[in-house]
């Protein structure tokens, strides 16, 4: 068996459990809360299997049981936005297939019982970390805004919730010592990777983004990608143009590239390193109907302005309404001092402007917050993000350091050791590493559409992972309720 496409109409976003204030204690009728699960301690999330279900209560191991907890909470500081309710997790008695939305009106997402089971990549349990992520991803991805643009970002194509996958099951795995997350993560990054099964330049342009961001956190610069279109109101279907667009992709680039400090429309239009880019190009989708377009680099700097213009005038209502509804041209200038934020910068005429236009303000090197030089934490010389410890960014064993993580020299991802992208013992030629075994970029061998998430390539031909090749589709969240509705083709 495989994944297989399911797609339904694009409809309005609407959760009902965010009306009624009251969290959900219970699974879906017709689902029962996992055995295996008893005993652990769950405040977030939880695993509802359907009664239905071949293999019954055996479909989920008891690894899973921590890891919902731990999904949703990385999730709600990547997109700072809080879970409404306690995520549900549900094992369907469907053979391949995930979604957004559950069988009532949970917050939660749902994936075939037969992906918990068996190994594929080298990796036990591979495709039901996968999916229950991805799908979650997609999730939150709709809470942040509707109508992500669908050629590039989520649903024709799908570069973020793809890049996101491997990018947390390191995290979480790094962060729990846990080798089996660690080489399922390395195996979604080289899927996607030149020479994978999947190879996306789209994902690869993401993840040099990613490593743009501020001391090379890309969690926290994403974060404040979705805090400051989220402070501002913006909504990517309020924008007076359909979907896929240029502008609706030059708003979302301009975000990203407040985020980042610097303008990444070079990074996403490619080539890049490890080959990313097709983003903003003028490169199809592939989607019949999506017409290409090439993203202008003022409109993106006029853009990202109107956002620094506005916050340094006391973000003026009339002003603050133009930039929301696309109209970004002819907002006031702001003035440099207390108001401009500090994403922002001045320019030789001491107007608050978009970072690359100016001057930005420098962060002393190891940050601020505990986080200096041989301490814990972002930029510092401990154990933290961007440390030279034993975590991410680090030069120890964490994402981006020269140990064991992403970008390192270590043993993750990037690294020159033996993770995603190291030379040591996993595969390939990843960010920064140099080629080990099969592969370049890792080893040999996702939601409601429009609106808020994308159906997303899960391409798989390894051992049992051969069911879960192929395009695999999501439910959308629909009408008054996150009620599935199933197509197949």
Not at 142 to 151: A, R
Not at 180 to 206: C, E, H, M, W
Not at 249 to 269: D, F, G, H, N, R
Request: include cysteine; aromatic fraction near 8%; charged fraction near 15%.
């Amino acid at each position: 068996m495989k994944f297989r496409a399911v797609f339904v109409p694009a409809v309005a976003f609407s959760l009902p459990f965010l009306a009624s204030g009251l969290a959900h204690a219970q699974c879906c009728p017709g689902y029962s809360p996992a055995t295996a699960c008893a005993g652990v301690t769950m405040t977030k999330s939880r695993w509802c299997i359907q009664d239905s279900a071949p293999s019954g209560q055996s479909a989920l191991p008891k690894a899973f049981c921590a890891y919902g907890d731990k999904v949703v909470t990385t999730l709600e500081s990547t997109f700072n936005i809080s879970a409404p309710d306690i995520f549900e997790f549900e094992l369907d008695t469907q053979t391949g297939g995930a979604h957004t939305g559950t069988a009532c009106d949970h917050f939660g997402d749902g994936v075939a019982y037969d992906a918990f089971a068996g190994d594929a990549y080298g990796a036990t349990g591979f495709w039901g970390y996968l999916l229950a992520l991805h799908e979650a991803i997609n999730d939150w991805t709709g809470l942040s805004s509707t109508g992500w643009p669908t050629d590039w970002w989520a649903d024709h194509q799908s570069a973020f919730p793809n890049l996101m996958d491997f990018r947390i099951m390191n995290a979480l795995g790094v962060a729990e010592s846990d080798q089996n997350l660690i080489k399922a993560a390395t195996a979604q990054k080289g899927r996607f990777y030149p020479k994978g099964d999947s190879a996306d330049p789209k994902v690869v342009a993401l993840d040099n983004v990613y490593n743009l961001m501020p001391n090379g956190d890309g969690f926290a610069g994403f974060s404040h990608m979705f805090s400051l279109q989220s402070a501002d109101g913006v909504h990517w279907d309020d924008l007076g143009v359909g979907n896929p667009d240029v502008k609706r992709s030059e708003y979302v680039v301009a975000y990203m590239s407040l985020a980042a400090k610097q303008s990444v429309l070079k990074t996403l239009q490619g080539p890049g390193a490890n080959g990313g880019g097709d983003i903003c190009n003028n490169t199809p989708d592939g989607t019949s109907g999506d017409k290409a377009y090439t993203c202008n680099e003022d409109h993106i700097d006029a853009i990202a302005t109107a956002h620094c213009a506005i916050a340094a005038n006391g973000k003026p209502a009339a002003d603050l309404s133009k930039l929301k509804s696309g109209n970004y041209t002819g907002i006031a200038s702001g003035p440099c001092g207390s108001t401009c934020p500090n994403e922002c910068a001045c320019d030789p005429s001491n107007h608050c402007v978009a970072p690359w236009l100016g001057t930005p303000s420098t962060t002393p090197a190891g940050g601020a917050g505990g986080m200096s030089a041989g301490g814990t934490g972002v930029g510092g010389n401990g154990t933290g993000f961007g440390g030279t410890g034993s975590n991410v960014g680090g030069t120890g064993s964490g994402l981006g350091g020269n140990g064991t993580g992403f970008g390192g020299t270590g043993s993750n991802v990037g690294g020159t050791g033996s993770g995603l992208g190291g030379a040591g013992n996993t595969a390939g030629n990843g960010n920064g590493g140099t080629t080990a075994h099969a592969g370049a970029g890792g080893s040999a061998s996702t939601a409601p559409a429009s609106d808020s998430g994308c159906s997303c390539r899960i391409a798989g031909t390894t051992s049992r992972g051969a069911r879960f090749a192929g395009l695999f589709g999501l439910t959308l969240l629909a009408g008054l309720t996150l009620a599935r509705k199933r197509s197949r083709r």
